[in-house]
């Protein structure tokens, strides 16, 4: 009866089941997976979420498959006071950055057509891809003390099927942006091979350090054509106002024919609401510095870690430059799903296994660094406690 996109393996992974039987017992899990920025302790101004005048306003429905104009032109501002240059009828409303995944893939593939993504990665680009029935290629990121695109490995995945080179900038897990020399080389690859790009920018208002070999947003790039996305949820930690962008650069005539037919697409689901499109631009000026005490906090507890697992410790932690996560790596007597499993069982500490993102060494584990700083320090504790066992 249903298709096989979604024969979907529903068991509980042994992981899971464990934190349902700890949360079944009342047990207290410090949890070191929580990525909901609503779930930290951020002070939100309720205010400033929807306006009162964006309310009143919404009594009227006045639908604009695009995005109303004065929501774009207030995404056109935020990218104005970055001294870049992004026209309004350029960009493209979604719910938020999967669902402008989704529409890309509609855009871009057809079925069996595959896109390339970087590995390790976050996973939902596999599950977006299994649902627009597009396959999911992988390129490689490799780490010598930073992070690096390995170009030839994404130049020997490429091939007349592929529609799409993804980058996420910068990448979640691992933390990684671009630097301005991986970028001239894969615009140069997609450029050659006229594969558009679609670019992840979620995170990329949560640098922890300045770089100067570091690659700007990909908002104004005009030589490839280039799909950028952004949006509220990482922002201004608000994933519950469901508004983000994807801002279309590049050669005019290939923008001109994707925003044809982006926005066909649009229309169908009309699916950003009225009020948040009318709160946007306040949103986006952020007036209760959200984004400041967000990235303070990731920071602040990324300093922390540094602290907890000095050079010579049996943790040690893999450089990070920015975003909401860190990864870890364990001692190789256990694999990632063991060290998991163990860190949650005896010492009640959640913890991803370095598989969900694909990592190929086995003995990584990934921790947000959103937490309040009491859990995390407590984390930090527990996680020294079980490798020094
Ligand atoms: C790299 C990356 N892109 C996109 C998303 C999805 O964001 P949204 O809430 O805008 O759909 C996430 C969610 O964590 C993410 O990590």
């Keep these: 009866m249903f298709s096989s996109r979604t024969d979907w393996d529903f068991r509980s992974s042994p992981l899971f089941s464990l934190v349902l039987q700890k949360r079944a017992r009342g047990e207290e899990i410090i949890d070191l997976t929580e990525s909901n920025p609503t779930r930290c302790g951020f002070r939100y101004q309720p205010d400033h979420l929807i306006t009162p005048s964006a309310l009143r306003n919404s009594v009227s429905y006045e639908p604009n498959p695009k995005g109303l104009l004065m929501a774009r032109q207030a995404i056109a501002g935020w990218y104005e006071r970055q001294q870049i240059s992004v026209d309004p009828s350029r960009i493209v409303l979604s719910s938020g950055t999967s669902e402008a995944y989704s529409y890309l893939l509609r855009l871009l593939c057809n079925i069996d057509e595959s896109i390339a993504v970087p590995k390790p990665g976050y996973p939902l680009l596999e599950y977006l891809c299994r649902l627009n029935d597009v396959n999911c290629q992988q390129y490689r990121l490799d780490y010598d003390g930073e992070w690096h695109i390995d170009v030839p490995s994404l130049a020997g995945i490429l091939s007349p099927k592929t529609k799409a080179i ?80 994807i801002v279309v650069s590049g050669p005019d005539e290939l923008c001109t024919n994707a925003l044809q037919r982006l926005e066909v697409i649009a229309d169908t689901f009309l699916s950003v609401g009225t009020p948040v499109q009318l709160s946007l631009e306040t949103l986006l000026s952020d007036p209760a510095a959200t984004r400041r005490q967000i990235l303070d906090r990731v920071l602040n507890n990324y300093k922390g870690l540094r602290e907890a697992f000095p050079q010579g410790s049996p943790v040690s932690i893999f450089g990070c430059e920015g975003g909401w996560n860190a990864v870890l790596r364990l001692p190789a007597t256990r694999t990632d799903e063991e060290w998991a499993q163990e860190l949650l069982q005896v010492h009640g500490i959640l913890t991803h296994p370095g598989l969900l993102f694909d990592f190929d060494l086995k003995s990584c584990v990934v921790v947000s660094l959103l937490p309040e700083p009491k859990i995390f320090s407590e984390g930090m504790k527990g996680i020294l406690t079980a490798v020094r066992h």
């Excluded at 900038?169 to 301005?180: A, I, R, V």
């Excluded at 091979?193 to 350090?209: G, K, M, N, R, Y």
């Design 166 to 245: 993804v980058l996420v900038h910068p990448n979640n897990p691992t933390g990684s942006f671009l630097k301005l020399e991986e970028r001239e080389r894969i615009l140069t690859v997609s450029e050659k091979q006229s594969i558009p790009l679609v670019v992840d920018e979620v995170f990329s208002a949560f640098p922890f350090e300045e770089d100067a070999s570091r690659a700007g947003s990909f908002a104004g790039t005009q030589k490839s054509l280039t799909f950028t996305l952004n949006g509220l949820s990482k922002l201004v930690g608000l994933p519950q106002l469901k508004l983000a962008w």
